[in-house]
T-cell receptor
């Protein structure tokens, strides 16, 4: 079956512009995560969705960052007034729904990421 | 908060040899999971192996095995009979046991090169 897909693969924008990054999770995966990977670093958690709702957005760096998942499938990460420091690879991952009763550590399946470059 | 430290930015080894990647972590949690992910140039993170903290037995997946030392908070990855396809970035990751949010905390990675 299809894995997690992300579009665009690469995005170059100018400082101050608005960008949208899209993630298509694996069908049936209700949990969705966004991570940001800066050059030479490991991925850092941004936000977690369970279904349509953002259950944990504690990793979003500031209010210029926002993400939605209106129908519980595709998610869009939105960045307003981009800054050069936002340049990074943005990774999306999806997994099966945590049971809520038994801790499971469901495997997260990652997409190939979107490389964002802010000039 | 949890932290994950990978102290080897780069490593290289001859094909067919064995290599060990180090990872230490810091947490006050007693129940958690540890992972090793591989990231080739394609950028797609691939799960290599996982370890449940409550299990004393070290996890093994074919040529990949871990040495999990809970008291020392150490979680190293051993790759046996290394192959050219093992060339990639390797990330150690921590997940707190949770009934919902399963976010991962990653280390900074080790770039592994297998030399033909």
């Amino acid at each position: 079956g299809a894995g997690v897909s992300q579009t665009p693969s690469n995005k170059v924008t100018e400082k101050g512009k608005y960008v949208e990054l899209r993630c298509d999770p694996i069908s049936g995966h209700t949990a969705l995560y966004w991570y940001r990977q800066s050059l030479g670093q490991g991925p850092e958690f941004l936000i977690y969705f369970q279904g349509t709702g953002a259950a944990d957005d504690s990793g979003l760096p500031n209010d210029r960052f926002f993400a939605v998942r209106p129908e519980g499938s595709v998610s869009t990460l939105k960045i307003q007034r981009t800054e050069r420091g936002d340049s990074a690879v943005y990774l999306c991952a999806s997994s099966l729904r945590p049971s809520g009763r038994v801790p499971q550590a469901n495997e997260q399946f990652f997409g190939p990421g979107t490389r964002l470059t802010v000039l | 908060a949890q932290t994950v430290t990978q102290s080897q930015p780069e490593m290289s080894v001859q094909e067919a040899e064995t290599v060990t990647l180090s990872c230490t972590y810091d947490t006050s949690e007693n129940n958690y999971y540890l992972f090793w992910y591989k990231q080739p140039p394609s950028r797609q993170m691939i799960l290599v192996i996982r370890q449940e903290a409550y299990k004393q037995q070290n996890a093994t997946e074919n040529r990949f095995s871990v040495n999990f030392q809970k008291a020392a908070k150490s979680f190293s990855l051993k790759i046996s009979d290394s192959q050219l396809g093992d060339t990639a970035m390797y990330f150690c990751a921590f997940m707190k046991q949770n009934f919902g949010n399963e976010k991962l905390t990653f280390g900074t990675g080790t770039r592994l090169t297998i030399i033909p």
